[in-house]
C-alpha cells in the first residue's frame, strides 16, 4: 500500500465516523486529537524505555507503540485534508529542502 492509499483509506474511515459524531471535527479537534495520540505515543515510549518503574517486558508493546505512531500519522491525514493539502507532495518538498541546505553546508 503506497501513502496515498493510506490516505484514502483513512479518509473513508473519517467520513464514516463523521456519520456518527455529534459534529464534524474541524482543525481544532483534529489538533486537539493530535495532541492526545501524540501523548499516547509518548507513553509507549516511556513503557518501551523502562523509564517507568513498573515497567517490565511487556509482549505487546511493540504492536501498541506501533498503533500510536499511526494514530499521529491519522491525525496529520486529517489535518492536511481539511486543508487541502497535498501531504506528500508537502513532504517530498521539505524533505528536498533539507536536502539541499545539507548539500549547501557541505554534507
Not at 35 to 46: P, Y
Not at 52 to 73: H, K, Q, T, W
Not at 80 to 102: P, Q, T, V
Amino acid at each position: 500500500m503506497d501513502f496515498r492509499n493510506m490516505q484514502e483509506m483513512y479518509m473513508d474511515i473519517v467520513h464514516r465516523f463523521n456519520k456518527i459524531e455529534a459534529s464534524e471535527w474541524k482543525a481544532q479537534g483534529t489538533m486537539i486529537e493530535l495532541i492526545k495520540q501524540v501523548g499516547e505515543l509518548a507513553k509507549q515510549v516511556m513503557l518501551k524505555e523502562k523509564y517507568y518503574a513498573f515497567s517490565d517486558n511487556d509482549p505487546v508493546i511493540d504492536e501498541r507503540l506501533g498503533n500510536e505512531m499511526a494514530d499521529v500519522i491519522a491525525q496529520v491525514i486529517r489535518l492536511a485534508d481539511y486543508y487541502e493539502i497535498d501531504l506528500e507532495d508537502a513532504f517530498i518538498k521539505a524533505r528536498s529542502d533539507e536536502d539541499e541546505y545539507l548539500k549547501s553546508r557541505g554534507v
